[in-house]
């Protein structure tokens, strides 16, 4: 299974993002999604779970701002970010995640999308 991030871009601090995660070319195997990010000079880090039973987890940092969900239909994952801040500029990454906390990645990563909040 290939997971596709897209959606970044520039936004202002308090603007809001979409992010799309896809999956190609079957979802069947995907229990547990992750959305990760990785800012300049840190390390990689969890930001939003969500397993195949609805059940979500945030980091700290984006708790009340952000939103992960998932379009069955669509076999798409989304992340709504709302409220950003500078310190949310990274590059966000999707993976198949374990199911329970702390949802370690379980695939090589993919392609990610830049986040970028700066006035």
């Known amino acids: 299974v290939q997971l596709q991030a897209s959606g970044g871009g520039l936004v202002q601090p308090g603007g809001t993002l979409r992010l799309s995660c896809a999956a190609s070319?079957?979802?069947?195997?995907?229990?547990?999604l992750g959305w990760y990010r990785q800012a300049p000079g840190k390390q990689r880090e969890l930001v939003a779970a969500?397993?195949?039973?609805?059940?979500?987890n945030y980091a700290d940092s984006v708790k009340g701002r952000f939103i992960i969900s998932k379009d069955n239909a669509k076999d798409t994952w989304y992340l709504q970010m709302n409220s950003l801040k500078p310190e949310d500029t990274a590059v966000y990454y999707c993976?198949?995640?374990?199911?329970?906390?702390?949802?370690?990645?379980?695939?090589?990563w993919g392609q990610g999308t830049q986040v970028t909040v700066s006035s």
């Open positions: 993976n198949r995640a374990s199911y329970y906390p702390p949802h370690h990645p379980l695939d090589a």
């Open positions: 969500i397993t195949d039973r609805g059940n979500t």
């Open positions: 070319p079957s979802v069947f195997s995907i229990n547990a």
